[in-house]
């Protein structure tokens, strides 16, 4: 998916399709880079030759330079339709389909936004403009984890005794990319493989036992 729309809620056409693919290409290519040599000494010139385009064209597809950091999060949110899919959550009157969908959502965060997130958690080590960065991504993810722990709560579908900051944080800490580094990275488990296995293991951590 593209995460394009118009603004009138049409299909893109053609130019804002390539427009939305030259952000991205400058988006992925100033993360690289930033990895690569850390944010300070990283030029908007080398971000434009590693992208292909005029430098010009940065300034009117992004912005400045420290713009490409917030863009960094906001193309995330884009290309994994986190929105959508969040969106959809919060309507859902279905215990087990909210806990699918914030799975899901981890998982094409993860999944489609590899290498931005790989670039961002590296050179978090090193750069603070990037540390900053992944802290501002880190904290969004916590902010969903407690949507969908509300969520759960409104609908009274939270085990017995399990409090809304607790299952918060068992989300936040079994969907975080950590967890997905370990999972797909380190051990090998396809992505369908990990999906399924985070939904049925809160499932069980959240809801109450069935019979």
Known sequence: MNGVAAQDGSRPNRRQIQAAQTRRDIILAASKLFTQHGYAHTSVAEIAREAGVAVQTIYASVGTKPQLITAMLDEVDAIAEIP????????????HEVISLVVRLTRQLNERCHDIIAGLRSGAHV??????????????????STACAKRLARLNALRPGLDTATAATTIAVLLSTDSYAQLHTEHGWPYDRCEKWLRDTLNQLLLPATT
């Open 84 to 95: 959508q899919l969040a969106a959809q959550m919060q309507r859902s009157d279905d215990a």
């Open 127 to 144: 750069d603070a403009d990037l540390a900053a960065a992944y802290a501002a991504g880190a904290a969004r993810h916590r902010d969903g």
